[in-house]
């Protein structure tokens, strides 16, 4: 299995500018999470999905921030107008579901997002 | 209160030595405990987890958890420059949403 995709791995942007990443979670994994790491805040939680509906989108910071899941092996994740303090690493990472579906969750690469 | 917290480091040991990582957490009703390591430019990979109280033992990493103190504990033996990473020790706040803060960084000297 190739694990959890994301793509662009690395994104410089310029303030005001529209940014989507890209994620293509585990085949049969049923859950998916966007995380935002910094360091001033760690990993925090963005949004899930659970069979492609959104469950929880309460991370999400504002309204410039918004999350799709079209199909089963593809979402993004939008940020329009982008602003600097968007910079951070953001990971997506997909879990098989079942009692501990929220802990066995397995991450992508991530991506860098720098906005300038 | 914090629903994890964790001391975040750095904290540098010699190779060979026994290492232990500790969370404290807040949430009595939480009953799956994880340690997930993230090397730097690397997502975080899940490393050991139990469930309820009691220890896990997998090769040179085991798991300890103390529900009566809400401590939990992760300790390494032999350590090697290859456990040099960040060590999350997640939980579930009280609406039902998982917590994974900042870590503690781990150095392992040669």
């Known amino acids: 299995d190739a694990g959890v995709i994301q793509s662009p791995r690395h994104e410089v942007t310029e303030m005001g500018q529209e940014v989507t990443l890209r994620c293509k979670p585990i085949?049969?994994?049923?859950?998916l999470f966007w995380y935002r790491q910094t360091m001033m805040r760690g990993l925090e939680l963005l949004i899930y999905?659970?069979?492609?509906?959104?469950?929880?989108d309460s991370g999400m910071p504002e309204d410039r921030f918004s999350a799709k899941m079209p199909n089963a092996s593809f979402s993004t994740l939008k940020i329009q107008p982008s602003e600097p303090r968007d910079s951070a690493v953001y990971f997506c990472?997909?879990?098989?579901?079942?009692?501990?579906?929220?802990?066995?969750?397995?991450f992508g690469p991530g991506t860098r997002l720098t906005v300038t | 209160q914090k629903e994890v917290e964790q001391d975040p480091g750095p904290l540098s040991v010699p190779e060979g030595a026994i290492v232990s990582l500790n969370c404290t957490y807040s949430?009595?009703?939480?009953?799956?405990f994880m340690w997930y390591r993230q090397y730097s430019r690397k997502g975080p990979e899940l490393l050991m987890y139990?469930?309820?109280?009691g220890n896990k033992e997998d090769g040179r990493f085991t798991a300890q958890v103390d529900k009566s103190s809400k401590y939990i504990s992760l300790f390494i033996r032999d350590s090697q420059p290859s456990d040099s990473a960040t060590y999350l020790c997640?939980?579930?706040?009280?609406?039902?949403?998982?917590?994974f803060g900042k870590g503690t960084r781990l150095h392992i000297l040669p």
């Open positions: 990472a997909s879990s098989p579901g079942g009692r501990a579906f929220r802990y066995e969750q397995y």
């Open positions: 139990t469930y309820s109280s």
């Open positions: 949430n009595s009703a939480f009953q799956y």
């Open positions: 999905f659970n069979n492609n509906v959104p469950i929880d």
């Open positions: 997640p939980n579930m706040n009280r609406d039902d949403k998982i917590i």
């Open positions: 085949s049969g994994h049923d859950y």
